[in-house]
């Protein structure tokens, strides 16, 4: 028992615990963005019971990926013609399936902003099912929770190591995710910004259950978009977003 709980345990903890908190960024943004979309009075409590569900199923997934992971990367079909060439295994059809998921979402959210008439008519929009949206925030938070998972069983095989990690890593969420909508609420502007870096979520999605497929398209190979790659596009992004602001605030004085 005391070979468990040793001081290179508690520093894979803290480390885990890190990387809980970077890959669970984009996790985050869907969560502050799908639980506006319930009623106001509900939003607190959808956040805080989807992802309390969330890690609940983070546990139960992680003691049965130890066991049986196997099962998750052996590919049972796949493609093998000139056009389109993959082994695809159940990681990368979840992963692939929560992209499409993503980019459907919010391309229906920017597709809805465009075509209101006035803001009255966002606001006689009737308010998704709580239900729904607990749902659909708990099979997001499973999906992404796939690489972090895999990630902490690459840097330890110690239990409750890991189950800790990801109970830290929740209970963070759960707070940042009240902020983030706060903040999201406080400034519409910035809605657009989070539905189009939610949009490029669902690319990285894509593109990283494509390469656990090992995806040909034409002869040529779908290579994952990197973290690195992810953060610097979505820097780029809030540059734009804060320098065209500042733009159209001087023109308006301008006129």
Do not use: C
């Amino acid at each position: 028992m005391e070979g468990l709980f040793t001081i290179d345990n508690f520093i894979t903890l803290a480390m885990l615990t890190l990387l809980q908190a970077v890959l669970g960024l984009d996790n985050l943004l869907y969560i502050s963005l799908e639980s506006k979309r319930a009623p106001e009075a509900d939003q607190k409590r959808v956040r805080t019971l989807g992802i309390g569900l969330a890690i609940v199923l983070r546990i139960i997934l992680l003691f049965v990926l130890i066991r049986v992971i196997a099962y998750f990367q052996d590919p049972f079909f796949g493609f093998d013609n000139a056009a389109i060439e993959g082994h695809f295994n159940l990681h990368s059809i979840i992963v692939l399936g929560g992209g499409v998921f993503i980019m459907y979402t919010a391309v229906k959210e920017i597709w809805h902003m465009l075509s209101m008439d006035d803001e009255g008519h966002d606001e006689d929009k009737k308010p998704k099912s709580v239900n729904l949206i607990i749902f659909s925030i708990v099979i997001m938070n499973l999906v992404f929770s796939f690489d972090s998972i895999l990630s902490a069983m690459a840097l330890t095989n110690v239990f409750w190591v890991m189950a800790t990690a990801i109970i830290i890593g929740g209970v963070l969420m759960i707070w940042l995710s009240g902020k983030v909508s706060e903040f999201l609420k406080k400034n519409r502007m910035y809605e657009v910004l989070g539905l189009f870096i939610l949009f490029i979520v669902g690319i990285m999605l894509l593109s990283e259950g494509g390469h656990l497929a090992h995806l040909k398209l034409f002869g040529n190979a779908v290579t994952p978009m990197s973290k690195t790659t992810f953060y610097f596009v979505i820097v780029v992004l809030v540059v734009i977003d804060v320098v065209q602001s500042k733009y159209q605030k001087k023109l308006s004085k301008n006129k």
